[in-house]
């Protein structure tokens, strides 16, 4: 393929590079410093007797050029204009957007089971709603192999996920509704009903993920192939911003009745501005009326898939094809990187739920994502910058320090909250202040680490077979997210100790010491490690409140940044040889 590459630079001065057939990617350059000269590449040789000021490589990938300097600086010079790729970005981002709605939903539940006294275990059992994601590859095969050649490869899913997924919003709402702000306590056979029910719909989200991420490679021109992970990072967190946020702030009655009621002169009521069922009902609406325009006015044109091999596979052959995949050595070593990267960051799906237990209240911690919320939006825009390069792991073992350093901030926030409490219980501006700069800080270095780790998947991933790579990656990278926060939750109601403590307990030894009842049953008390619920309630009706001898978040804080650094020291290398690895060693030698 012929390339012309034009307006080279160095920061902003022009360059000029001659490419000779089968020449090597090694040279040295300089700027230029008159329109007489120019950069050539040699082949197979450097040059010589030349003051070159810096040296570079040029890594050749597709219909892109990168030029990385010693400090490992890089610059992309693409052959077409994003312009061009401009309404498919946005279609993209729509798409993420949508599914960010019910994740979103999804993942406030957790804050609103913690305001109702649910046990860790419970939260647990119910973070299994989220693991469609880390489970996708099992049926993707399907998704990338089975469809109706009429209506387009990824439609055939997208469309149906997107129409399933509405209709389970709208008949589940009122069920939900029952659960959640109408009887007065949750049993775990509740956490089970809405464990299942969330799971369905996560279920369905991750079968549109997966035809989304195949669309993406195929939609997007080669050059412009890496905004599809801006593309996913940009329109999850909107839509999760709106499923998870704006839900628990108009979902809350004290917020309803305190700020958004009195404007508009309504009287106080027990529900939100906005009920469960009101926000499943209305998503569910949206989702249905928008994938009937997906299927009316988004085509899927017949040449966007033809260079895939997954074109021709039977579901057979695609299931081999997985296992080609996961038996390269590469790919072996990046499976280890991504199962064991996100244990050091286990103990940061719990640091709301312990606020929660602190004393602050659900829709103060949805109102701190406000302002962080456009933030992380705009964060990705401004990281694709230099993710984009051929080194993004690079940036990725980079940042881990300083997330490992915001993880521990955020653990020592939690148990440093009771002293910024106020008198009356609540929690001034100061203290949420210090609560959006902290996770301001802790959200740059994860969407770095996600978004770097998201561009080389596309980069490194086989484009004959792009939509079974990708999801692939993706299924084992969320697998990797998804068990230290599940394992966590666990932990922690597992190892922690708590005892039953009532205020003035001599003078309630002595009331209780008049009879032999009564001593058989301040024994009982004495025992209570409000270790169940049967337990906790038993605590609550001696006007008594559970406290924690032994908190194993803070324990497990520390163990998870000891392994952390641990974990950088091993994975270097790793990181290092992955990087090094030619397009070859990450290719498939089909044989079915």
Same mark, same amino acid.
């Not at 890496?226 to 917020?255: P, R």
């Not at 163990?559 to 030619?582: C, D, E, H, M, S």
């Given at each position: 393929?012929?390339?012309?590459? #034009?307006?080279?630079?160095?920061?902003?001065?022009?360059?000029?590079?001659?490419?000779?057939?089968?020449?090597?990617?090694?040279?040295?350059?300089?700027?230029?410093?008159?329109?007489?000269?120019?950069?050539?590449?040699?082949?197979?040789?450097?040059?010589?007797?030349?003051?070159?000021?810096? @040296?570079?490589?040029?890594?050749?990938? $597709? $219909?892109?050029?990168?030029?990385?300097?010693?400090?490992?600086?890089?610059? !992309?010079?693409?052959?077409?204009?994003?312009?061009?790729?401009?309404?498919?970005?946005?279609?993209?981002?729509?798409?993420?957007?949508?599914?960010?709605?019910?994740?979103?939903?999804?993942?406030?539940?957790?804050?609103?089971?913690?305001?109702?006294?649910? @046990?860790?275990?419970?939260?647990?059992?119910?973070?299994?709603?989220?693991?469609?994601?880390?489970?996708?590859?099992?049926?993707?095969?399907?998704?990338?192999?089975?469809?109706?050649?009429?209506?387009?490869?990824?439609? !055939?899913?997208?469309?149906?996920?997107?129409?399933?997924?509405?209709?389970?919003?709208?008949?589940? !709402?009122?069920?939900?509704?029952?659960?959640?702000?109408?009887?007065?306590?949750?049993?775990?056979?509740?956490?089970?009903?809405?464990?299942?029910?969330?799971?369905?719909?996560?279920?369905?989200?991750?079968?549109?993920?997966?035809?989304?991420?195949?669309?993406?490679?195929?939609?997007?021109?080669?050059?412009?192939?890496?905004? !599809?992970?801006?593309?996913?990072?940009?329109?999850?967190?909107?839509?999760?911003?709106?499923?998870?946020?704006?839900?628990?702030?108009?979902?809350?009655?004290?917020?309803? #009745?305190?700020?958004?009621?009195?404007?508009?002169?309504?009287?106080?009521?027990?529900?939100?501005?906005?009920?469960?069922?009101?926000?499943?009902?209305?998503?569910?609406?949206?989702?249905?009326?928008?994938?009937?325009?997906?299927?009316?006015?988004?085509?899927?044109?017949?040449?966007?898939?033809?260079?895939?091999?997954?074109?021709?596979?039977?579901?057979?052959?695609?299931?081999?094809?997985?296992?080609?995949?996961?038996?390269?050595?590469?790919?072996?070593?990046?499976?280890?990187?991504?199962?064991?990267?996100?244990?050091?960051?286990?103990?940061?799906?719990?640091?709301?739920?312990?606020?929660?237990?602190?004393?602050?209240?659900?829709? @103060?911690?949805?109102?701190?994502?406000?302002?962080?919320?456009?933030?992380?939006?705009?964060?990705?825009?401004?990281?694709?910058?230099?993710?984009?390069?051929?080194?993004?792991?690079?940036?990725?073992? #980079?940042?881990?320090?300083?997330?490992?350093?915001?993880?521990?901030?955020?653990?020592?926030?939690?148990?440093?909250?009771?002293?910024?409490?106020?008198? $009356?219980?609540?929690?001034?501006?100061?203290?949420?202040?210090?609560?959006?700069?902290?996770?301001?800080?802790?959200?740059?270095?994860?969407?770095?680490?996600?978004?770097?780790?998201?561009?080389?998947?596309?980069?490194?991933?086989?484009?004959?077979?792009?939509?079974?790579?990708?999801?692939?990656?993706?299924?084992?990278?969320?697998?990797?997210?998804?068990?230290?926060?599940?394992?966590?939750?666990?932990?922690?109601?597992?190892?922690?100790?708590?005892?039953?403590?009532?205020?003035?307990?001599?003078?309630?030894?002595?009331?209780?010491?008049?009879?032999?009842?009564?001593?058989?049953?301040?024994? $009982?008390?004495?025992?209570?490690?409000?270790? #169940?619920?049967?337990?906790?309630?038993?605590?609550?009706?001696?006007?008594?409140?559970?406290?924690?001898?032994?908190?194993?978040?803070?324990?497990?804080?520390?163990?998870?940044?000891?392994?952390?650094?641990?974990?950088?020291?091993?994975?270097?290398?790793?990181?290092?040889?992955?990087?090094?690895?030619?397009? @070859?060693?990450?290719?498939?030698?089909?044989?079915?």
């Amino acid at each position: 393929m012929k390339r012309h590459y #034009n307006k080279l630079t160095d920061r902003n001065k022009p360059l000029r590079l001659k490419r000779y057939k089968d020449s090597k990617i090694q040279t040295n350059f300089q700027p230029e410093p008159s329109p007489e000269e120019s950069i050539v590449l040699l082949e197979n040789k450097e040059t010589k007797g030349s003051s070159f000021s810096s @040296s570079i490589q040029l890594d050749f990938e $597709d $219909d892109e050029v990168f030029l990385i300097s010693d400090q490992e600086s890089s610059y !992309s010079i693409q052959t077409s204009s994003i312009k061009k790729d401009l309404n498919n970005i946005l279609f993209l981002i729509f798409l993420y957007f949508l599914q960010g709605i019910p994740l979103g939903l999804t993942g406030s539940l957790p804050f609103i089971l913690g305001s109702r006294n649910v @046990s860790y275990a419970d939260q647990g059992t119910f973070s299994f709603a989220f693991w469609p994601f880390a489970l996708k590859l099992l049926w993707a095969p399907v998704v990338d192999s089975l469809f109706i050649k009429k209506i387009g490869r990824r439609k !055939s899913w997208l469309v149906p996920m997107q129409y399933i997924i509405g209709i389970l919003m709208i008949l589940f !709402s009122k069920y939900v509704h029952q659960l959640l702000e109408i009887n007065q306590t949750t049993t775990r056979k509740d956490i089970y009903s809405l464990t299942t029910i969330f799971f369905i719909v996560t279920f369905f989200a991750a079968t549109q993920d997966i035809a989304v991420d195949g669309w993406g490679l195929t939609m997007l021109s080669k050059e412009n192939v890496s905004w !599809s992970s801006t593309c996913n990072s940009v329109g999850q967190t909107a839509g999760w911003f709106v499923g998870n946020i704006v839900f628990l702030v108009v979902q809350s009655a004290n917020f309803s #009745n305190n700020y958004i009621r009195p404007f508009f002169s309504l009287p106080s009521q027990k529900f939100g501005i906005v009920t469960v069922e009101d926000f499943m009902k209305f998503f569910g609406f949206v989702f249905i009326i928008t994938t009937t325009c997906v299927l009316l006015f988004k085509k899927e044109k017949e040449n966007e898939s033809s260079d895939s091999l997954e074109d021709t596979l039977t579901l057979k052959q695609t299931y081999i094809l997985v296992f080609q995949i996961v038996s390269l050595s590469s790919v072996k070593k990046l499976t280890l990187l991504l199962l064991t990267s996100k244990i050091a960051f286990g103990i940061q799906s719990m640091v709301y739920l312990k606020l929660i237990e602190k004393g602050v209240s659900r829709e @103060s911690l949805g109102l701190l994502a406000i302002p962080l919320t456009p933030f992380e939006i705009v964060l990705p825009l401004l990281i694709s910058r230099f993710t984009n390069g051929p080194k993004p792991l690079s940036i990725f073992l #980079n940042a881990y320090p300083f997330r490992i350093f915001s993880s521990s901030l955020m653990v020592l926030w939690v148990f440093l909250t009771p002293e910024f409490r106020n008198s $009356d219980g609540s929690y001034g501006l100061f203290y949420f202040s210090l609560c959006i700069l902290i996770n301001a800080f802790n959200s740059i270095w994860n969407t770095t680490q996600s978004v770097t780790m998201m561009s080389f998947f596309t980069r490194v991933s086989d484009k004959t077979v792009g939509g079974t790579y990708m999801t692939l990656l993706n299924t084992i990278s969320n697998i990797g997210s998804s068990w230290p926060s599940t394992v966590s939750l666990y932990a922690v109601d597992l190892f922690s100790f708590m005892v039953c403590s009532i205020d003035n307990i001599e003078a309630f030894k002595n009331n209780m010491l008049n009879n032999s009842f009564s001593r058989s049953y301040l024994k $009982d008390i004495e025992k209570n490690t409000c270790s #169940n619920e049967n337990m906790k309630k038993e605590c609550l009706k001696v006007n008594g409140n559970c406290q924690y001898q032994v908190d194993a978040f803070y324990v497990l804080g520390f163990v998870y940044a000891l392994i952390g650094l641990l974990w950088i020291f091993y994975f270097r290398k790793v990181v290092i040889q992955l990087q090094t690895f030619q397009r @070859s060693n990450w290719k498939l030698n089909f044989s079915f």
